[in-house]
């Protein structure tokens, strides 16, 4: 078959890390890309064509679309792309707040034909693909309860401008921008949270989005949850413990561009309830690859050319993440007040 032609909105630290998997994956060819940094259009010495605005791009004969967007627009650029009947791959979060997912769902119900996925990089780690295997297989019995930790040092990131500390650009804080992920792999472990309680603060910072969300959550089948998710974690941290029946899995560590989450690691503690007496044996697995970035574009490819669904990071997917988020911010009611959040169960598919 003749290469998926693709274009990349967004032409940032992200984009260019897609440009990557896309030049290196045998099935796709780059067309254009399109980012507000550019003052004109034009064409790179490669033959790649550039735009200021992504209007522009989607004029461009095209298979694919690449978002990576700020929150304020990826919902419109993506809705856009679907009505020129092409395929979309979207960065996480899906937009600002639930209304722009409503929208997404809306239009993408149109084209039963087109593929759409969210970039919720995090599930293709392999410390996480191993965590996932041993829970399914049942060796270490059901989930008790899990704890996790996403933190950083301050909202603005990779020396950007600061759209991240704007409610009106961005939608949320450090709970949308970073910790969904945390969020997001919960709901991979353990299924859907039905009951939150949460405390969200902007005391630090001072911006108009959250530098703090502490959240206490539970599934149907009762097991619990603990997360924080932070803007003033001065040492980078990334940890989740999942406590099981027979046992323990701890995620330690994310491999990520700044190299500051420290090393990737899986922890597997089998327990002896009647003779270790609280000191259970132990195995750590050290990583030191990262290929999420690839391997989530060419499932994403694949599900294209072999018409099958996506796996990982499908509307549904990126609905349910999005709207435990915004459960957490609502289940706070003074941050609900202030902010006036809409109640994400009115939202419904």
Sequence with gaps: ?????????????????????????????????????FFESGVFQ?????????????????????????????????????QKDLHVFCEKPPGRNMSDIQRVIKCIKRYPG??????????????????LSIIRSGNLGGIINMRGVY???????????????????????????????????????????IEVSSYVSNKFWGFDVEDNAYALMSTSKGVIAMLH???TQWRHRFELEINLEKGALVLGGILSGTKSYGSETLKIIWSDMESDNGDPKE??????KDDSWAMEINEFVNSII???????????????????VYKIYF???????????????????
């Design 1 to 37: 078959m003749e290469k998926l032609r693709v274009g990349i909105c967004g032409y940032g630290i992200v984009g260019k890390k897609r440009r990557i998997c896309v030049d290196s994956h045998p099935k796709l060819k780059l067309i254009a890309v399109c980012d507000k940094s």
């Design 306 to 324: 072999s018409s099958k669904p996506i796996a990982n990071g499908d509307i549904v997917d990126a609905y349910q993440t999005m709207k435990l």
């Design 229 to 231: 998710s932070s803007a």
């Design 283 to 288: 195995q750590t697995t050290l990583y030191n």
């Design 151 to 193: 933190g950083k040092s301050k909202l603005v990131t990779f020396k950007q401008s600061d759209w991240r500390t704007s409610r009106k650009i961005a939608g949320g804080g450090v709970l949308l921008d970073q910790g969904i992920h945390m969020v997001d792999l919960m709901r991979l472990f353990a299924g859907e949270f």
């Design 114 to 131: 087109l593929k759409l996925m969210y970039g919720f990089n995090h599930r293709y780690h392999y410390s996480v693909i191993d965590a």
């Design 46 to 82: 490669d033959g790649i064509k550039y735009y200021s605005d992504y209007k522009n791009i989607l004029e461009e004969k095209l298979d694919i679309l690449i978002v990576c967007m700020t929150n304020d627009i990826a919902a419109d650029v993506v809705i856009s792309a679907l």
């Design 331 to 349: 289940s706070d009611p003074k941050w609900r007040a202030q902010y006036d959040i809409e109640d994400p169960d009115m939202n419904a598919l």
